[in-house]
């Protein structure tokens, strides 16, 4: 699993999750040469305010790290 540790404001997007992809050991060889590999990756969001969180994910807290949304004028 990996976690977004941040709020997203409308329209904003995260960083990228992967950039490149590197194949290793005898077996990859030349063979996989202008090849294209994809990688299929599933995301789940939870609305950042009323503890979505505990519901959406059956949880009582956040992972660590994880931002909790407070409010403000910015979101």
Known sequence: ???YKE??????????LLDKVHLKGKETGNKYQGLTLKIK???QAVQAS?????????ID???????????????
């Open 7 to 16: 709020i997203l404001e409308q329209n904003q997007e995260t960083s990228l």
């Open 50 to 58: 009323n503890d979505a969180y505990k519901d959406a994910w059956d």
């Open 61 to 75: 807290a956040l992972p660590d790290g994880v931002v909790e949304w407070t409010g403000g004028a910015n979101y």
């Open 41 to 43: 990756v599933e995301a």
């Open 1 to 3: 699993w990996y976690y």
